[in-house]
Nanobody
């Protein structure tokens, strides 16, 4: 499985971006999917995750109410809508496919990683 992330870029504080992650194989529709991020000098952290049906989601406290994760299994694609962006959101964002069908949250649960897309929020 290959995961192709896109949609990153430079945005001002308060702006919005929508990240997309397209999977190369339909098998990803049976797996939970997630977005992680890694800022310079910091560990990679979970941002949001979604179970295989899309009915159960998880959000890190830092993004609750601002970010929305969704998926379209017919298109093998997962999305991350990011609103009210802050400079602290600046990071490389990675999409991930989990081993389980649930909305997992740990690095250990990741089966495949996407290549990462850079999000920069200017103040």
């Amino acid at each position: 499985v290959q995961l192709q992330a896109s949609g990153g870029g430079l945005v001002q504080t308060g702006g919005s971006l929508r990240l997309s992650c397209a999977a190369s194989k339909r098998t990803s529709s049976n797996n939970g999917m997630g977005w992680f991020r890694q800022a310079p000098g910091r560990e990679r952290e979970i941002v949001a995750s979604i179970n295989w049906r899309g009915g159960n989601t998880y959000y890190a406290d830092s993004v609750k109410g601002r970010f929305t994760i969704s998926r379209d299994n017919a298109k093998n694609t997962v999305y991350l809508q990011m609103n009210s962006l802050k400079p602290d959101d600046t990071a490389v964002y990675y999409c991930a496919q989990f081993r389980s069908s649930e909305a997992a949250t740990t690095l250990r649960g990741v089966q495949y990683w996407g290549q990462g897309t850079l999000v920069t929020v200017s103040s």
